[in-house]
């Protein structure tokens, strides 16, 4: 589908499943070759990293745990600035190396969250694997190692991201069509 429409609004495609596959697995490659005699733990940021994490495990061949964590901070199609825990940990993660997984980084707010309380938890080493990375809105500091496409300051749907509750489970990543949603 080259276009989708969700809650009224349309979409037109920005990246497609076969170009998503690819950057998965150049970031697992990456992930294969830094981590291999580490055993880390995979940290999956739920909802939105679910099609991301599977895709990405499946590539990933280290000795390694997957466990997941879920936070909310979006209403609609803009950030909410607020970062609720809804899930925690149950693991013991003292002393072990963390990957992040998530779907989208953008002001960083997220992940300075969840870095933040895996520090107070004791881990040794912290590293981030995101799907998108849109560094025109990151205002944090924190190093992003596995970044598997670069994108604008967009709003995007699809592919385990989601525009109020929906388009979670098209294969291809969405962005708002302006030119089709004027013409309205």
């Given at each position: 589908?080259?276009?989708?429409?969700?809650?009224?609004?349309?979409?037109?495609?920005?990246?497609?499943?076969?170009?998503?596959?690819?950057?998965?697995?150049?970031?697992?490659?990456?992930?294969?070759i830094d981590?291999?005699?580490?055993?880390?733990?995979?940290?999956?940021?739920?909802?939105?990293?679910?099609?991301?994490?599977?895709?990405?495990?499946?590539?990933v061949n280290?000795?390694?745990?997957?466990?997941?964590?879920?936070?909310?901070?979006?209403?609609?199609?803009?950030?909410?600035?607020?970062?609720?825990?809804?899930?925690?940990?149950?693991?013991?993660?003292?002393?072990?190396?963390?990957?992040?997984?998530?779907?989208?980084?953008?002001?960083?707010?997220?992940?300075?969250?969840?870095?933040?309380?895996?520090?107070?938890?004791?881990?040794?080493?912290?590293?981030?694997?995101?799907?998108?990375?849109?560094?025109?809105?990151?205002t944090k500091?924190?190093?992003?190692?596995?970044?598997?496409?670069?994108?604008?300051?967009?709003?995007?749907?699809?592919?385990?991201?989601?525009?109020?509750?929906?388009?979670?489970?098209?294969?291809?990543?969405?962005?708002?069509?302006?030119?089709?949603?004027?013409?309205?």
């Amino acid at each position: 589908m080259s276009k989708v429409v969700i809650h009224g609004h349309t979409f037109k495609i920005k990246i497609s499943a076969a170009e998503i596959h690819k950057a998965v697995s150049d970031v697992a490659r990456q992930i294969n070759i830094d981590l291999k005699d580490k055993k880390p733990l995979f940290l999956a940021v739920l909802n939105g990293s679910f099609m991301f994490a599977s895709d990405l495990m499946k590539k990933v061949n280290v000795e390694c745990e997957i466990s997941f964590m879920k936070l909310a901070s979006y209403e609609g199609t803009s950030s909410t600035g607020t970062i609720k825990q809804l899930i925690g940990i149950n693991e013991d993660i003292k002393g072990r190396t963390v990957v992040i997984i998530e779907d989208i980084v953008d002001t960083g707010n997220t992940i300075e969250n969840i870095a933040e309380q895996l520090k107070e938890l004791g881990v040794s080493e912290i590293k981030i694997a995101t799907l998108l990375f849109k560094p025109e809105a990151y205002t944090k500091t924190i190093p992003i190692e596995y970044t598997a496409i670069v994108v604008p300051n967009d709003f995007l749907v699809g592919y385990g991201l989601d525009y109020n509750g929906l388009g979670r489970n098209l294969a291809d990543i969405y962005v708002l069509d302006y030119v089709a949603d004027e013409k309205k």
